[in-house]
């Protein structure tokens, strides 16, 4: 029997059946189980639990709460390869508006004690569904493969904390280093039942910078007695446009995004306060460093010209939310496409463009010595919403978006067929 039909009648029977190790649940009402109960980031308390007692339950070794509500899962069978696989767990401050049977209706405080709607807007439900399908497959196939399985469950991944945490709790020290880290991300423009990969820079470095723009407050009839924030706030704007245009190079990737700015009280007033909040994104750490360190010349030589005093020079604050880009190794990538042929066929698979988004898996892939790290897209698009909007032009939702929701059945049989296949075969590699 060929790998693909093999999968697909072994798949079927994981999707549909009753019973799962010695719980009465099976791999679709676990995502919808996860789906409509998302915990916000260093929240996962719930979830964490969850699926740390059903990964014992499969003979895992699971060590809970590392680098917060994180879980590690061990599988020794034999000697050979490390291989970690690693999901995130967090869901999103948003309201679903999906309409789905299984929608989240939750509410959940949030770190600065609002109470917010939360939803599963990024897809994290069906990557902890893949990871345990693969989890069960791999534990049934055990004649398949030698070496150990690293199952990692990550935390906080939605506000860049988790996997820093993870290792920073001794992710790479109280397990066996991984000779290959593997993930796998939803993909909202990817038809269901396809897998999409890249080799080299696939997602972004990612800084959230706070900027504060002082001044002299005082009565809008009277400027002349003032120091305006708000003008020297539109000038830094409108100036750090130029950091992408004319001091970047045009074939290197960057973006600058002002998302929020807030100063003043009333009409007449001219405050004492602005403040910015920015986004950026690049793949390079030449290009990050070189874009936070511009800003910090542009901020304070446009308060220079405005006469501001060196007290009330902008203040520029690098928040502590660092993703790093995440670089899959070409030579892992090589690999994984050559498993994922032989698993779902040449006609599922095919290379992706690199996306400004980012993704704290980069992390895994920075920590020295560096691992082979890679992850891929696995589409989420039911077939004929896919097929209409290509028709007829429509945008799909996006990552991130309260109508966004996957046609969960075949995500989560392609992805439980790519992960499971792509580690036994680099398992397999030295045998």
């Keep these: 029997m060929k790998i693909i039909q093999y999968f697909a009648l072994l798949l079927s029977v994981f999707l549909s059946s009753a019973t799962w190790g010695q719980e009465n649940f099976n791999l679709l009402e676990l995502y919808k189980d996860l789906h409509s109960n998302p915990e916000l980031s260093y929240k996962e308390e719930k979830t964490s639990k969850k699926l740390a007692l059903l990964l014992n339950e499969l003979g895992y070794d699971v060590t809970e709460g590392i680098g917060g509500y994180g879980v590690v899962a061990h599988l020794e069978n034999g000697t050979g390869k490390t291989i970690l696989i690693r999901a995130d767990m967090d869901g999103l401050p948003v309201q679903e508006k999906t309409g789905a049977s299984y929608a989240s209706t939750r509410k959940s405080t949030n770190q600065v004690g609002q109470e917010v709607f939360t939803m599963h807007a990024c897809g994290h439900d069906i990557h902890m569904t893949v990871l345990m399908g693969t989890a069960r497959y791999m534990v049934e196939n055990k004649d398949k493969w030698q070496g150990n399985l690293v199952l990692v469950l990550q935390p906080a991944e939605e506000v860049s904390g988790g996997a820093r945490n993870m290792i920073k709790d001794g992710l790479f020290k109280k397990w066996p280093r991984p000779d ?237 067929t790519a992960m499971s296949q792509a580690a036994i075969d680099l398992f397999g590699e030295d045998l």
């Design 180 to 416: 290959y880290n593997l993930a796998l991300h939803v993909s909202a423009d990817i038809q269901a039942g396809k897998i999409g990969y890249l080799p080299g820079w696939a997602m972004a470095n990612v800084d959230s910078v706070d900027i504060v723009v002082k001044g002299l407050g005082g009565h809008g009839a009277y400027p002349h007695k003032t120091k305006d924030p708000i003008v020297l706030a539109a000038q830094i704007i409108n100036s750090l446009q130029t950091i992408i245009s004319r001091e970047i190079g045009p074939t290197q990737p960057a973006v600058l995004t002002v998302g929020s700015i807030h100063g003043g009280t009333k009409h007449n007033i001219i405050p004492n306060e602005v403040r910015l909040q920015l986004t950026l994104r690049s793949y390079t750490d030449e290009v990050r460093n070189k874009t936070i360190t511009s800003i910090k010349r542009i901020t304070r030589g446009l308060a220079v010209s405005a006469g501001m005093p060196a007290e009330l020079y902008p203040e520029v604050i690098l928040k502590d939310e660092y993703t790093p880009a995440v670089f899959n190794n070409p030579d892992l990538v090589k690999k994984l496409q050559s498993s994922f042929e032989r698993s779902l066929g040449p006609e599922n698979i095919f290379k992706t463009s690199p996306v400004m988004g980012g993704e704290d898996f980069g992390m895994f892939g920075r920590d020295e010595p560096i691992i082979p790290t890679a992850l891929f897209w696995l589409g989420a698009v039911n077939k004929g919403v896919y097929d209409r909007s290509k028709k007829d032009n429509i945008a799909l939702p996006s990552l991130h978006s309260d109508l966004f929701l996957p046609d969960p059945e075949p995500a989560i049989e392609t992805g439980i």
